[in-house]
Structure formats: structure tokens, C-alpha cells
């Protein structure tokens, strides 16, 4: 079975922890031993900012983390492959990783329409618009009520995004900003990772209307393994362990609204520290298939969720 993920922070730990993606034990979520045991072929990568940095300081904090990510790829193609277009995707396979920059909170560009060429160049393929937290796009889930739209830069963003071949990510995105990308754009947006918020009700989450949304679009939604996510109350005391069988009922849920061709996997790996029972990192993949097809899921609607549906997103969105 082959993987396909559409949202890891492995590149930014890396950059941050000067980890080693080779090591099996060296503390990262993927590396490259277990990615070539469950046969990923391509991972989406976060260039995350943290709430801490704005204006240049942003900017040059996102530049670093695509540095150290170029840096590992020049010096391994015998394990990464640079995704910069559609037709590379038909060359992922055997131990080579894809790899695509993707930028998660618009805060490096400034509120600079100009600078999202000069990252388009770097290789930056799509855009989580935001976090958390405010930016010159719009305000995050974190933000209370009530929530900024999109601004009107967040609108050229969005246009501008679109003519390059950038995917527009909805993940992190409240009420109000997520339609306002709905009334905008042209071209099928994502949620690159997310949990449903009918089984998990938070602002993080996304309901049913917001699913539906993108997958009637032609869209992508990917489920994601953090445990906040994917169980009520994950972290609060008395609370069991969340486990593979979670995430699996997330995936069956997204299923349902969006149908088997929308729907994929964000794992959200290296972004946080404590794991589901039973998908702690990229090797115990296998678990969470026997659990898929444990509910029923074909093998078709499995290879769809792995890897297919994500692949066939990226190659309608990314250049030619």
C-alpha cells in the first residue's frame, strides 16, 4: 500500500533540533527507515511559524526551514525528490520520498503580495492561510469570537495563488474567513489536515457544511492523528488513551460527507508530542489500514484514503 501525506512538521523539527531524517530512534515521527518500510512515496511539509515571529522576522524564520528542507534533498536524492510540478508525481516510487514546502500561516509574505512568487520559487506549492493565531490574511481558529473574515489581501492571496498553482488550505480556518475562500475560490480548495467536529466539537475541527464544502468542489480533506483532534477531551484527567480506532472513525465520518474520493490523510506528525495508542509514528501505518478494512473499507477505498485521493488533488492543482 502506498502513502501519501498531506501535512507533516518533520522538516521544521528538523530545522529547529538539527535532527537526523535517517535515524529510526532519533526522535522524529518520519524518517526515512520507516518511511521506505510502509512505502510512502510523498510527504507534504510544513513551514510552520510560530505566533512569536512577524513581518521579517516571519519571513526569514519560513526561509530557514525550506533551506534545511533543499539542503537534505540536494545531498540525498537517493531519498527525496523535490515536487515542484504535476508531472513529478508520476515519478514518485521505490525509496524515494516526494517532498513539497508548503507554508502553514501566511505570516512570512508580510502582507506582500509580491513575496508568494518569490516563494512560489523557492518551491512552496500551497498555503495553510493561517494558524492559530492572527495574521494579514485573516484570524485563526484561536482567535475568540468574533473572527476576521478574509482581509482584502487575503483575497489578492487567494487569486494569485490560484494562477500560480498553489494549493489553498483551509486548515486552522474559523467560520468566517473558511467562507469567505469558499465564495473566492475558482479551483478545489483543501483542508490539508483536520478532524470532524461532529465527532469532536471544536473550532479547530470542521463541521459537516465546511467538508462538504470542499469535497463538492473537488477538494481534499485529510485527516489528521493528533489526539485532541480525533477524541473528546483527550488530554483532560480520567480521560482514556486516544487510539488508532479514533482516527478511524474520523476517516469513516469524512467518508460519509464527502464521499470516497475526497478524503485522505494529514497526519500532522512531528507537530505535537503525545500519539495515539497504535499510530505513535509513520511505521505503525499498517494499523490504522487493518482497523480501515476491520469497518469495511475495500481495498480500493483504502488505497484512495493512503495515498490516491491526495495524489489525484495535487496533480489538478500543482503547474504542469
Known amino acids: 500500500m502506498r502513502y501519501a501525506d498531506a501535512h507533516a512538521d518533520t522538516f521544521y523539527r528538523i530545522a529547529l533540533e538539527e535532527l537526523d531524517p535517517f535515524q529510526r530512534e532519533g526522535g522524529l515521527h518520519v524518517n526515512v527507515p520507516r ?3 510502509v512505502g510512502q512515496v510523498l510527504q ?21 526551514v525550506i533551506a534545511t528542507l533543499d539542503h537534505w534533498a540536494e545531498c540525498r536524492p537517493d531519498a527525496f525528490l523535490r ?7 508520476s515519478a514518485l516510487g521505490g525509496e524515494v520520498l516526494g517532498l513539497i514546502p508548503w507554508l502553514e500561516g501566511a505570516s512570512p509574505l508580510r502582507g506582500e503580495l509580491p513575496l508568494l ?4 520559487a523557492l518551491g512552496v506549492r500551497g498555503i495553510g492561510l493561517v494558524h492559530n493565531h492572527a495574521n494579514e490574511v485573516a ?5 475568540p469570537d468574533p473572527r476576521r473574515g478574509l482581509s482584502e489581501f487575503g483575497r489578492e492571496l487567494v487569486s494569485r495563488m490560484e494562477a500560480l498553482g498553489m494549493a489553498v488550505d483551509c486548515a486552522h480556518l474559523p467560520q468566517p474567513a473558511f467562507n469567505d475562500v469558499m465564495a473566492a475560490v475558482m479551483r478545489p480548495p483543501c483542508i490539508s489536515h483536520v478532524g470532524a467536529r461532529s465527532l469532536v466539537n471544536i473550532v479547530r475541527n470542521a463541521d459537516d457544511a465546511m467538508l462538504r464544502a470542499v469535497a463538492e468542489r473537488g477538494g481534499f480533506v485529510g485527516i489528521d492523528f493528533y489526539p485532541g483532534h480525533v477524541l473528546s477531551g483527550a488530554f483532560e484527567p480520567g480521560v482514556r ?6 482516527i478511524a472513525d474520523h476517516v469513516l465520518h469524512a467518508i460519509h460527507v464527502c464521499g470516497t474520493d475526497h478524503v485522505g490523510l494529514g497526519g500532522d506528525f512531528d507537530g505535537f508530542n503525545d500519539a495515539c495508542q497504535g499510530l505513535r509514528h509513520v511505521g505503525e501505518l499498517p494499523n490504522l489500514e487493518r482497523e480501515l478494512r476491520s469497518r469495511g473499507l475495500s481495498d480500493i477505498t483504502i488505497e484512495k484514503i493512503f495515498s ?11 503547474p504542469p
Open 241 to 246: 488513551e486516544a487510539n488508532v480506532a479514533d
Open 139 to 143: 484570524d485563526g481558529c484561536g482567535v
Open 35 to 37: 518511511t521506505r518500510e
Open 44 to 64: 507534504v511539509c510544513s513551514v510552520f511559524t510560530p505566533a512569536r515571529y512577524s513581518g521579517k522576522g516571519a519571513e526569514d524564520f519560513a526561509r530557514r
Open 83 to 89: 515536487v515542484r510540478a504535476a508531472p513529478d508525481l
Open 308 to 318: 490516491a485521493n491526495l495524489l489525484r488533488y495535487l496533480g489538478e492543482i500543482l
Open 117 to 120: 512568487d518569490e516563494f512560489f
